[in-house]
T-cell receptor, first 112, second 113 residues
Framework: GQNIDQPTEMTATEGAIVQINCTYQ??????LFWYQQHAGEAPTFLSY????GLEEKGRFSSFLSRSKGYSYLLLKELQMKDSASYLC?????????????FGKGTKLSVKP | DAGVIQSPRHEVTEMGQEVTLRCKPI?????LFWYRQTMMRGLELLIY????????DSGMPEDRFSAKMPNASFSTLKIQPSEPRDSAVYFC???????????FGQGTRLTVV
């Protein structure tokens, strides 16, 4: 079966660095997405990893280790506007569930 | 493009009533998805369409739920009769191709009292 685990909540300080972890157990893994969702809004795409290693995009980076079933999202120079939920989503081969399963999200609170 | 457009943004209805949620995907996108989000269960896929054809509806909770996509620019999700446990935020999303990122609409917050 498919399962995605990520911490429910995290707190960090403005200007700091925070790492949000995601572990997954899937068969037919075919890529991992990170989405950001502010309260009351729609999820928006942040990053995509299909090969092992680090993908950097401005203040945000995402890492993937396929052998370990592990990914993390790294947020640098935290800003208050980064307070949001961060959703890890795994894409896999196969026809069910639209090819993408979402974790329940990590709610990040950035404090002054 | 204005993005994925959903209506209404908020819906409050009484138990037993029919509810219809609407979605206009991004023009040219071949895939359309309906998700439901709750605190307890997170974001769950209900059904998705490819070129207007339903591909997988295994996530639809029960027969009270139905979805249609009569053309490439419009889809509906209907709940009849609605129940309080259907209260959630319902998102519509579209993709250009299966192996690309999904773009989400702003969601419909449904409250069934």
């Amino acid at each position: 079966g498919q399962n995605i685990d990520q911490p429910t909540e995290m707190t960090a300080t403005e200007g700091a660095i925070v790492q949000i972890n995601c572990t997954y157990q899937t068969s037919g893994f075919n890529g991992l997405f990170w989405y950001q969702q502010h309260a009351g809004e729609a999820p928006t795409f942040l990053s995509y990893n299909v090969l092992d290693g680090l993908e950097e995009k401005g203040r945000f980076s995402s890492f993937l280790s396929r052998s370990k079933g592990y990914s993390y999202l790294l947020l640098k120079e935290l800003q208050m506007k980064d307070s949001a939920s961060y959703l890890c989503a795994v894409r896999y081969y196969g026809g069910s569930q639209g090819n993408l399963i979402f974790g329940k999200g990590t709610k990040l609170s950035v404090k002054p | 493009d204005a993005g994925v457009i959903q209506s209404p943004r908020h819906e409050v209805t009484e138990m037993g009533q029919e509810v219809t949620l609407r979605c206009k995907p991004i023009s040219g996108h071949d895939y359309l998805f309906w998700y439901r989000q709750t605190m307890m269960r997170g974001l769950e896929l209900l059904i998705y369409f490819n070129n207007n054809v339903p591909i997988d509806d295994s996530g639809m909770p029960e027969d009270r739920f139905s979805a249609k996509m009569p053309n490439a620019s419009f889809s509906t999700l209907k709940i009849q009769p609605s129940e309080p446990r259907d209260s959630a935020v319902y998102f519509c999303a579209s993709k250009l191709r299966m192996n690309t990122e999904a773009f989400f609409g702003q969601g419909t917050r449904l409250t069934v009292v």
